[in-house]
């Protein structure tokens, strides 16, 4: 942040870029840019030190991020994961991944995530990771046309 006052429209590029790509039941719909930084980094439980940012020369390529809980000060919640499409297959999810878990690793006890069930390559990589499954969620729709 100190060092490159473009980085905040970097990140949002970013973010926007990857969460296309996340298997979902509904179409992704894309946030503003004064959407995302009111949410995310204006958030009280924005972690800007377990941030993880990959980066090719000055072009942000991948993320990896966690965010505090209130109501449970020894938890944290791994939020988005995500690499550019040319940038995939090369281990650079699982390197940011490994980042997260060192940051959180003497200060907090447990980290938390969810995936879509359909999700293959995120759910591997947090099996790899040593993530436990625990009960899964179905979401429902009925058609009132
Ligand atoms: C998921 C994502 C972050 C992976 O990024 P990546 O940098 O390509 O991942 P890596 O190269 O670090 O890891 C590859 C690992 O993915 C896993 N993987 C990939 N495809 C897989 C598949 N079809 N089935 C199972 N595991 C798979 C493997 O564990 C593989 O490890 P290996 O190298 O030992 O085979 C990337 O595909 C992405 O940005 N997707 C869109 C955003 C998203 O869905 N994020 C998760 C929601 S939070």
């Not at 980085?7 to 790509?21: N, R, W």
């Not at 993880?52 to 809980?69: L, P, Q």
């Not at 997260?100 to 980290?111: C, G, Q, S, W």
């Amino acid at each position: 942040m100190r060092n490159d006052p473009a980085c905040y429209g970097k990140l949002h590029a970013l973010v926007q870029a990857v969460s296309e790509d996340i298997p979902r039941p509904e179409r992704f719909t894309p946030v503003s840019f004064e959407q995302w930084s009111a949410f995310e980094m204006k958030s009280p439980n924005l972690v800007p030190q377990g941030y993880m940012i990959a980066k090719d020369g000055d072009k942000y390529v991948g993320m990896s991020t966690v965010w505090k809980a209130q109501k449970d000060p020894k938890g944290l919640y791994q939020g988005l994961t995500g690499v550019l499409r040319d940038y995939r297959g090369r281990g650079i999810a699982v390197a940011l991944k490994l980042k997260v878990i060192e940051f959180a690793r003497n200060k907090y006890e447990k980290l938390k995530t969810w995936n879509d069930s359909t999700n293959a390559p995120m759910l591997g990589i947090n099996v790899k990771l040593g993530f436990k499954r625990e009960v899964g969620w179905i979401t429902l729709e009925k058609s009132l046309a």
